[in-house]
Each structure stands twice: as structure tokens, then as C-alpha cells.
């Protein structure tokens, strides 16, 4: 009997290869579409965080239910720099032929998928590199504040961009996929094509 209690399993150590698919069509019924991918930055760290639709039911001096359901997630990301043309491709912002960005009071952010990879730890150094492959189908993000220093004498302050948003359910009720490379029946189509679509719940097709 194979002991998995005891066997060594994989702990996100790393993160990296952020991209952007722009949602182009959420149907009520049938497939949603994207976009192209967009490699967005090199990535310092990311945050998901659930948000819950939480409800408690009280009868005869005590608890008869408590239900607390997963509607969305918040994140956060520090990115090592966002250029004025992702910007524009996440915001909503106006690029013209000069490479300028126009910002304006009528700009409404993109919805789109985030995709990304957790490096995992190994027990021996030997063996290749393996991943956790994460994306959230239907999301936006919010414009980001920006602090420059002065140079001094010190040292150089790199200016990281830090970048929140919300990722809600599709149409289909679909929020959220993951695929760890280390589980004995991961998909080897859906993890080579990570970075190519956004990836969905159920098997490959032929």
C-alpha cells in the first residue's frame, strides 16, 4: 500500500509567466471566447482572495445552517513594470501612433482571464521543474497609483507597479482552474497550452 500520507508533495515556491486573455464573448449559453494572449510583466508576487456570500440561519436558540459560498476573487499583484501599452490593453486607455497613452473620464477596464504558474519545491534536486497552473476566467482591473523617488546617494529605489482587481463567475458559473503538474492524471495538452487559451474544466478534446 502506497503511503500518501507520508509523501513528499510540492509547495509553491515561485510565480511567474502573468498573461492576459481578453474576454471577447460570455455567452448565456455555449463557450465563452478570448483574445489573443498578452504577456503582461514579469511578476513579483501575487494575492488571490476569495469572496464569500456568507449566511447564517438561527432557530431554537441555535445555529440550523451557515452556508458560505465562493462568488469572486480579489487580486493583488506586484508587478515589476506594467508599460503604457498593457496598460491601455487592461484600462481601457488610448494608445496613439506617437506611443502615448490618453487617459480619459469615460475609460471602462477590459474583462479577460489571468493565467499563471506557481513554481513547486522537490524533494530531489535531480528531478525537473514541475508547476501549479492557475487561471481565473472573467475579471478586471482598476487604474494603479505610482510613486517615483529621487536617486540618492544610497542607492537606486526600483518603482514596482502594484495592480488589484476583481474575478467574478462567467456565464457558465465557472470562476477559477487549476492543474497541478506533480498529480498523476494531469493533462499534458491542457498544461502545454497554459499559455496559449485559457484552459477549461473537463477532458481534452481529441
Do not use: C
Not at 23 to 41: F, H, N, R, V
Not at 126 to 132: A, F, L, V
Amino acid at each position: 500500500m502506497i503511503d500518501m500520507a507520508n509523501a513528499y508533495v510540492g509547495k509553491p515556491i515561485g510565480a511567474r509567466k502573468l498573461t492576459w486573455f481578453p474576454l471577447l464573448e460570455d455567452p448565456e449559453t455555449g463557450k465563452a471566447t478570448y483574445g489573443e494572449p498578452i504577456k503582461l510583466s514579469r511578476l513579483i508576487s501575487i494575492t488571490v482572495t476569495p469572496v464569500f456570500a456568507e449566511g447564517i440561519l438561527e432557530s431554537d436558540d441555535g445555529i440550523e445552517d451557515d452556508l458560505a459560498l465562493i462568488v469572486a476573487y480579489d487580486v493583488t499583484i506586484n508587478a515589476s513594470q506594467l508599460t503604457d501599452e498593457i496598460r491601455a490593453a487592461l484600462l481601457g486607455h488610448q494608445m496613439d501612433s506617437g506611443g502615448g497613452m490618453l487617459v480619459t473620464n469615460t475609460d471602462v477596464a477590459q474583462w479577460g482571464a489571468l493565467a499563471w504558474e506557481e513554481l513547486l519545491s522537490k524533494e530531489d534536486a535531480s528531478e525537473p521543474d514541475k508547476y501549479k497552473k492557475i487561471v481565473l476566467y472573467k475579471g478586471r482591473f482598476r487604474e494603479f497609483a505610482e510613486t517615483a523617488n529621487t536617486m540618492t546617494q544610497g542607492g537606486i529605489t526600483f518603482q514596482t507597479h502594484n495592480l488589484t482587481g476583481r474575478f467574478i463567475r462567467r456565464n457558465d458559473g465557472h470562476i477559477k482552474y487549476s492543474i497541478r503538474e506533480d498529480s498523476p492524471n494531469a493533462d499534458a495538452t491542457k498544461l502545454a497550452n497554459w499559455f496559449t487559451a485559457p484552459q477549461e474544466y473537463g477532458d481534452s478534446e481529441a
